[in-house]
Structure formats: C-alpha cells, structure tokens
C-alpha cells in the first residue's frame, strides 16, 4: 500500500534580480527584474506504507520545496499528490492529524516548558482525550528512555536529549508519517548512534512510515533501505541503498602524512587525489582494494599520521548526476 504519490511535480518562483552595489539596489528598488526559477521539475515517486526512505540531494536542489509541498505548505503549479489518500492542498487540516515532523534546525518544543508539559500541550492540540496522552506519554517515555528528565525545562537539556523529546512530541497524535529533516545534525557520535536506534525501533513497534533528509551517509547508510535522490529540481536516482552501497558508498578517502616523499603509481582500485611528497591523499574502491592494500603501498613505517572517511555525500551525488546526464 502506498502511503504517498506523487506524480509529474512542478514548481517555480519568481525571484527578484538584484545587481550589485547602491546603484544597482536603487535600480532594483525602482525598477525591479524578475527570474522564474524551476525549483521541482516533474519528479515523480511512491513511498509504502513503513518504508524509512531517504530523499537527499546538494542545498538548492528542491528537497525543502518538496517536502513543504508533502505536507501542504506549498501548492504545487502542477502535478498529483497524494498522502495517505489525501490531497494536501485541499486536506491540510486533516493530513495535519496524520503527519509528523521534526526539524534538526528548528524547534517546536516551549522551551520554559518540561517535555511532560509540551507532550500535554500537543495532546490538546491535536484534540486527544486526557488518558489517551497520559497513556501514549507513559509509552513513549519508556521507548525513548525520558524518564530523568521529564520533568526538566527544555531549555536545561542537552542537544541529544532536546531531539529525543522533538521526537516523542511528533508521536504523541500517532502519525502515519513521520517527515526527518536532518535529525542528528551537531549530535555526538555516540548520541547519534543513539538516535538512529530509536528511529528504528519507532519504526518497526509502530510501522511509522519515515521520510528523511540528511547530509550524513551514516544516517542514510543505517536507517534506509531505499534512497531517492534530487539535484536542481530533477529526480537524479530512485535506488535501494544497497545498490547505491554497491556502486558508490564502497569508496573511501585515505589522507596519510609521511616521514619521507613517496612515489606512488596508481593501482586498480586505488586512485591518487593528491601528491604533495609529504601529505598523500587516496580514494579506495574497497570492492577492489583493501585499506590494509593501500597501507602497504605506502609502507605503514613511513606514516606519520593518518585518516580514513567516507567520499562525502556531496560528492556522491554529484558523481550520479553526472552519470545520469551522460546517458
């Protein structure tokens, strides 16, 4: 069953030019220029009901304007939608009862408030009896792991804990689908982990479908099995995540500072970034090459200091919008 269509999805802007200096904002002010700028250019999708999906893409590419469009903000110029069988621009109240959110960037949590009392106000939003929320708090309280500090002010939580309870408050109404706008954006590593452990489990105990943004692979990698992307408004990619794994996500990035120069001849698999003598850079296919491989090729007594990452998100997107023009 699929809980969102969305079929030939248009929308454009009309930006006012501004040209540089004084003199150009008085001609603007006086004389002002417009562009129509295409921010989504006939995407289509399907998302089913449970699916953790990840819809990713460079700033600017349309991942908001989508997302606004989902939800209702925005009205398409033209297109279908459907989210849980509704139109969202003539059911946004309605959809508002079915949806969730939850935004790194933004807060939607009083921050005088203790979450207990949030968790009550947005229970009284959305119209739910007393004991349904006593009922629903006390579940996810337990779930989320909030029971030392639910009765903090939310301005008196950490980062990490802040998120947990911006979870919890987009569950209180049970909402078919929970829309992540970069949830774990300047987490730890260790709270992250434990975010994206939580997310999962609310997905498998309620079947909550979830629709994530997110410039971290680690997020992508450990949350979805399926991964859209956008770039400049255009549908570039609709592929599980184990392909994508396959053909992208296997690269790493491999940066050593040496004791002496070392000449290096690339190998398959193995190719050089970036030769200075002293300070190497290295892009590892690890279907081809081990990192032990391009160890030895460097000769491990040489090496001063090292690093291993991922190939950044950015990159990958932009290697399959390439890609994708070509064909």
């Known amino acids: ?116 009392d949030n968790f009550k106000f947005f229970g009284a939003i959305y119209d739910i009896p007393e004991t349904v929320v006593e009922r629903k708090i006390e579940e996810l309280t337990e779930l989320f792991e909030l029971a030392d500090f639910l009765n903090t002010p939310v ?77 400049h408004g255009e549908l570039v990619l609709d592929d599980s995540m184990e392909n994508l794994k396959y053909h992208y996500l296997n690269k790493k990035i491999l940066e050593a500072k040496m004791k002496e120069k070392v000449n290096l001849e690339e190998e398959e698999g193995i190719t050089v970034l970036k030769d200075k003598g002293y300070n190497l850079k290295l892009e590892i296919d690890t279907s081809k090459k081990s990192i032990a491989d391009a160890l030895k090729l460097l000769n491990p007594d040489k090496i001063i200091d090292i690093n291993i990452s991922n190939i950044p998100l950015e990159n990958i997107i932009t290697e399959i919008y390439k890609r994708a023009e070509d064909k």
Request: proline share 4%; aromatic share 8%.
């Open 1 to 116: 069953m699929n809980v969102i269509e969305v079929k030939n999805l248009w929308k454009t802007f009309k930006v006012k030019k501004k040209e540089k200096g004084f003199k150009g904002s008085m001609h603007s002010l006086w004389h002002p220029e417009y562009e129509i700028v295409e921010a989504v250019k006939g995407i289509h999708f399907e998302v089913e009901k449970g699916e953790m999906i990840a819809f990713i893409g460079p700033n600017g590419a349309g991942k908001s304007t989508t997302i606004k469009m989902l939800t209702g903000i925005l009205y398409p110029d033209q297109g279908e939608l459907s989210i849980l069988g509704l139109d969202p621009r003539q059911s946004r109240k309605k959809l508002a009862y079915e949806i969730g959110t939850v935004f790194g960037q933004k807060e939607q949590l009083w921050t005088h408030l203790t979450p207990y």
């Open 155 to 231: 301005r008196n939580l950490s980062l990490g804990q802040r998120i947990r309870c911006e979870i919890v408050a987009s569950l209180i109404h049970e909402p078919k689908i929970l829309f992540l706008d970069e949830p774990t954006i300047g987490l730890d590593p260790v709270v992250k982990e434990n975010i994206r452990a939580l997310i999962k489990r609310m997905n498998k105990e309620y079947k909550t479908t979830v629709f994530l943004t997110s410039h971290d692979t680690s997020d992508i990698e450990k949350l979805c099995k399926r991964v859209i992307i956008i770039n």
